[in-house]
């Protein structure tokens, strides 16, 4: 079964070299002048954000927004705009967003599985165009310190999901990765949790830190703070490898037995398809500027996230999101999702 952590090994993202701007051998601050056309911008840019504030997906755009306003001079506000956990905020951006280059999304791979299967083919992730790739990351499972579960392993939670199905409250965004591990999870170990549907990761821990759910999961931006207050504990994370900023964690992988139990988000930002080509031009040199940018990379770096300077223009980063697209269908198809 392809899972994510086989899009990372071919395309190079686990161990990712970090290069600063000047090795690209371009001024960025002279192909920004040079891509700008003359009409544009003359009002703020709206980044959205498909999931609730707060949370990874957020984070990630406001940095994004704050650095577009660093490199292009532009005003950048960032949207929310949720529902249906991401469904409504994907669906605008690929069937009711304006195509005039003030509407850029800041989006992750869970926009796959929304054109694939709970968009009813009215949109495909080929109807925004990627821009710039910014970077991926794993995701963390915790649990509440003061909760339940807070002297209990990974192992002893699927142990007694095992024996007591649908006992363990486990938080998830339905039709997501989130849900994609759950049931990878569930298949390995035999255990049955009570699945919490959330519109995104940070209501989800929201919830946790209220023992609301048993256990929660996030990217690092949404439990930081909270494991660094001893208020969750982390049990297991969701990358290939462990992480660095909890190295005590073990891997799903490592747990389980089977080295495809491997989840990762990828983040780019993208606009609508037909978008005036100089318009898109400018807003690329702006965003690969700010995402080659060293202050941001090290921003995505205490985010637990890893970008790829490699990838530095619109046509890559839609080549290898093609890419991943690809593998995601297959499975998919493979798992009898996709008919």
């Known amino acids: 079964m392809r899972t994510a952590r086989h899009w990372l090994l071919a395309f190079g993202l686990i161990g990712a070299a970090f290069a600063p701007a000047a090795a690209q051998g371009t001024d960025p601050k002279a192909e920004i002048a040079k891509a700008k056309p003359k009409d544009f911008p003359t009002q703020p840019i709206e980044i959205t954000v498909v999931y609730p504030a707060g949370g990874g997906m957020d984070i990630n755009g406001r940095l994004v927004a704050r650095f577009m306003e660093k490199w ?89 999901a095992k024996e007591k199905p649908g006992t363990v409250r486990f938080g998830t965004v339905p039709g997501s990765m989130y849900d994609y591990m759950i049931d990878q999870v569930e298949s390995e170990s035999g255990a049955k949790f009570l699945r919490v549907p959330f519109q995104g990761g940070a209501p989800g821990i929201a919830a946790l830190l209220g023992n609301n759910i048993d256990i929660g999961i996030g990217f690092w931006g949404e439990v930081s703070s909270y494991l660094e207050a001893k208020r969750l504990v982390p049990i297991a994370v969701s ?57 941001l990379q090290e921003e995505f770096r205490k985010l637990g996230s890893v970008p790829d300077p490699a990838i530095d223009t619109p046509a890559k980063a839609a080549e290898r999101l093609d890419r991943l697209a690809e593998l995601e269908r297959e499975f998919y198809a493979k798992t009898g999702r996709l008919k």
């Open 72 to 160: 292009g001079g532009d005003r950048v506000l960032v949207n929310n705009r949720t529902g249906g956990a991401g469904l409504v905020g994907h669906t605008w951006l690929a069937t009711q967003a304006p195509k005039d280059g003030y509407s850029v999304g800041v989006i992750a791979n869970f926009i796959f599985a929304d054109g694939m299967l709970r968009s009813n083919k009215r949109w495909s992730h080929t109807d925004v165009e990627p821009l710039t790739y910014l970077n991926s990351e794993g995701l963390n499972l915790v649990v509440n310190r003061d909760g339940p579960f807070k002297d209990k392993s990974l192992k002893d939670l699927l142990a007694l």
């Open 239 to 295: 990358s290939a490898e462990t992480s660095p900023f909890i190295p005590d964690a073990p891997t799903l992988a490592a747990i389980l037995g089977n080295k495809d139990v491997v989840w990762v988000a990828t983040r780019w930002a993208a606009v609508p398809k037909g978008v005036p080509a100089d318009r898109k031009a400018y807003l690329a040199a702006v965003l690969n500027a700010a995402a080659a940018d060293p202050d």
